[in-house]
């Protein structure tokens, strides 16, 4: 039993790097698209607490199901840019990449607890990135301190939760570690498993 689970592991996790490398080779109207749907859902919610209808023209690729998150970046004088918030799923856990994305987009603009929501007043300031993510591998703490920031990304698992740093977040691999385990809810000094993450990445103006 325990190697017939391994092995649907393995398979699962053969078939999101087959569905993430579909993403790689998205054509520009499907990344519009995405990034398009990001910010209407985003603003919507900013602005009237709204959910944005799903689109019934969507493109191939966002009818299927992904794991997704999307960001908000906003600049900060001396630092750069710097997240303002971030929601999403290591799972899919909605019909389509497109419910994926609205939900992750109004999840960003008025639920993550890390920060406060977002102001309408600050839409224009920040820039949107949708993440589609691919099935965790996991890694050891050695392995996790070689990740490249901005390409990698990184999951700190603790009790069931698991803290998710996406590639471009930052260019430090001790601050990634870090924000990983401090969203993973880890204290101090606990001990955390770790999971590499790969990341197709699709910012606004890039």
Known sequence: MLRLFFIVLCLAT??????????????GATRASALSLARRAFDAYTVHREVLATPRDLPPLLRTRAAVFVSAMRRVAGKGWVPRCCMGSLLPTENNAAE???AAACAAAGRDRRFAPLRRDE???????VSLVGAPRAISEAQARRLDPRRDGLAAHWQGRAGVVLCG???QTTRMMDWARQRAGAPPGAAVTWSRLAVVRWAEGS
């Open 123 to 129: 839409l224009r300031e920040v820039v949107l990135i």
């Open 169 to 171: 977040e930052t260019t």
């Open 14 to 27: 053969v078939v999101r790097a087959q569905e993430l490398a579909a993403w790689q080779n998205a054509d």
């Open 100 to 102: 994926e994305i609205i």
